[in-house]
């Protein structure tokens, strides 16, 4: 076995312990514009999956969910909303920007949501602490998937779910037509308004290295995860996985 094992970095092939920086530098750059970008680069269809997200999470009174990669805590404040006083909601992420950006967001709507900063690898929580457990649009830029996805199913509760939301394979007919909106469009739309080409350009580059729909699922069940189905959405641009520990 190799003593510098590789991952990749978008299309790009890097040593395994580069990967995590090269993904905080893109983070910390487009914080600040992250959630314009978002509305843009989606035509606002972010929103539209987040909420079947949250309607598909089944969050009740009193639960406790872990929202990871959780970045500016789109998720973490509907689910604060959804457990009332008597549950908890912990907004997790790797990066301090993003997390730093994403608490405030939730104090300035009344949420005093804890805020961990953490890698998803190696989470600093109990075994079977939580009922839910999301990640969206995070796992595509962890390094180690499997890994991540076995730490996620450990803090579950027995009877819990895992909600994986995440960039996917888009119908084919439909590829050519995303692909150059990915590559053209997203970067440009990155340099004018974030003033940063490189990172969208390395977001659509990372869409096409993330395992497609049926390998994800796969890759949840070898997690121990059980229950496994996932939903298409925007014709595949997009897909929502799911997953119990039972």
Same mark, same amino acid.
Not at 168 to 187: G, I
């Given at each position: ?5 590789? $991952?990749?970095?978008? %299309?790009? $092939? ?57 970045? $500016? ?28 950006? &994403?608490?405030? /967001? ?14 998803? !690898?190696?989470?600093? +929580? ?10 969206? +649009?995070?796992?595509?830029?962890? $390094? ?6 076995? !730490? ?16 996917? /394979? ?7 037509? %995303?692909?150059? %909106?990915?590559? /053209?469009?997203?970067?440009?739309? &990155? ?13 659509? !580059? ?22 496994? !189905? ?5 014709? &595949? ?10």
């Amino acid at each position: 076995m190799s003593d510098n094992p590789s $991952t990749h970095f978008g %299309y790009e $092939t890097i040593p395994e312990n580069e990967k995590a920086g090269r993904v905080g530098d893109v983070f910390s750059s487009v914080a600040s514009k992250y959630d314009v970008m978002n509305d843009l680069m989606s035509f606002g269809l972010h929103r539209i999956w987040k909420r079947f997200t949250i309607g598909h999470a089944g969050v009740r009174p009193g639960m406790s969910v872990l929202d990871v990669a959780g970045g $500016t805590g789109d998720l973490a404040r509907a689910f604060a909303r959804a457990v009332g006083p008597s549950g908890m909601v912990v907004l997790s992420d790797i990066n301090g920007a993003m997390l730093e950006r &994403g608490r405030a /967001r939730l104090l300035d709507v009344g949420h005093d949501v804890p805020a961990v900063q953490c890698d998803a !690898e190696h989470l600093p +929580f109990a075994d079977s602490r939580f009922d839910v457990v999301t990640v969206a +649009f995070g796992l595509r830029n962890m $390094t180690h998937k499997d890994v991540a996805l076995n !730490e996620m199913r450990r803090v579950l509760r027995p009877g819990g779910r895992l909600l994986v939301l995440e960039f996917s /394979r888009v119908w084919q007919p439909l590829a050519p037509l %995303y692909d150059a %909106y990915s590559f /053209r469009v997203l970067p440009w739309l &990155g340099s004018r308004v974030a003033g940063d080409a490189d990172s969208y350009r390395y977001l659509a !580059e990372s869409i096409r290295v993330h395992p497609d729909q049926a390998e994800l699922a796969s890759m949840m069940q070898r997690a121990g995860l059980e229950r496994v !189905e996932w939903f298409n959405l925007s014709a &595949g641009v997009c897909a929502l996985h799911v997953g119990y520990r039972l």
